[in-house]
């Protein structure tokens, strides 16, 4: 299988582990690829590398994750500069307790507003890199409140980033909400002719988790979203969407009562590539039909290709 090209950002929620394999799932018939939560970028990022659209246009409601994407991409050396700064500095600090200092004054520098993009995207780099688990969330006052992670040494791969700002370039990047990008790109776009790959909030299994704060102090509703996916189709029925979301009978509850199509991208992924190991189950919805049998054939014919 082609190797993963991971997210400059770490991010908890990541779709590395099972996005190979994931990608045979996505309608390439389409020319328009359209994501409006972008979170970690490693969608978009293998999706750019594989070449597979000629348009690209993406969203995300986090401000500091979209201005850390327009700071790569237009220019990301002068971005380094900065984060390389901050690594070095933290790196040379000599105890957990000196590092756990230099964390929360960068926290408070990043909560207090005051720097430019630049200088913003690079500690928010750092916040998630050196944050506990690659978590971002906030409080109720907005602030980011992600305790210290512990990490020893933090490091920025420069080629890696070079390497992704130039496979952004021709990508259109947004900071609004959902509703507001499908109204915008739908004005911009063609959408009988896109495929519009979803990845909302994952909804909330437990009763600690349906009180946590994590990019906005309103809760994601995906009773209204699901509904918003439904009005657009009816309007442009062309066009194709996946929404991924972890397996659970809330999710049932939720997405499965529109009649859409449900794969098991976990059952895919097996099929694919047997010995790989995964613990929690995805699932997605789609408005298309796809075949187990056929993404296997394409992917053998695929490595026999290789060979």
């Not at 996505?26 to 978009?44: C, H, N």
């Not at 776009?189 to 495929?195: E, H, K, M, V, Y």
């Not at 979803?198 to 988790?209: F, L």
């Amino acid at each position: 299988m082609d190797k993963v090209i991971s997210s400059p950002i770490r991010w908890t929620g990541s779709k590395k582990k099972l996005l190979n394999e994931m990608l045979y799932t996505f309608d390439k018939e389409k020319d328009i690829y359209i994501e409006p939560f972008l979170g970690s970028g490693t969608v978009l990022i293998n999706v750019l590398n594989k070449k597979i659209y000629k348009k690209h246009y993406v969203n995300d409601i986090n401000s500091s994750l979209i201005d850390f994407y327009k700071a790569l991409k237009e220019d990301c050396e002068g971005l380094a500069e900065y984060i390389i700064e901050i690594c070095l500095e933290y790196n040379t600090l000599d105890t957990t307790e000196e590092k756990s200092d230099f964390y929360y004054l960068m926290r408070e520098r990043y909560n207090e507003e005051l720097l430019d993009m630049y200088q913003k995207s690079s500690v928010f780099w750092f916040l998630m890199k050196a944050g506990y688990n690659g978590v971002y969330r906030i409080n109720l006052n907005g602030k980011f409140n992600v305790p210290f992670g512990k990490k020893n040494t933090i490091f920025f791969d420069l080629d890696k980033a070079k390497n992704i700002s130039i496979l952004i370039q021709p990508v259109e990047f947004y900071c609004m909400s959902y509703h507001d990008f499908f109204n915008t790109v739908s004005n911009k776009a063609d959408l009988n002719n896109s495929f519009i790959y979803c990845d909302p909030p994952y909804i909330p299994e437990t009763k600690s988790m349906q009180h946590q704060v994590l990019y906005t102090k309103n809760r994601f509703d995906h009773s209204e979203f699901i509904l918003q996916v439904l009005v657009m189709l009816e309007s442009y029925c062309g066009f194709s969407f996946m929404i991924s979301m972890s397996d659970s009978p809330r999710t049932d509850e939720l997405y499965n009562v529109w009649g859409l199509n449900k794969i098991s991208i976990c059952d895919i992924i097996r099929n694919v590539n047997p010995k790989k190991k995964l613990i929690s189950k995805e699932i997605a919805f789609l408005n298309y039909v796809i075949s187990a049998e056929q993404i296997k054939m394409d992917a053998l014919e695929k490595l026999n290709s290789y060979n």
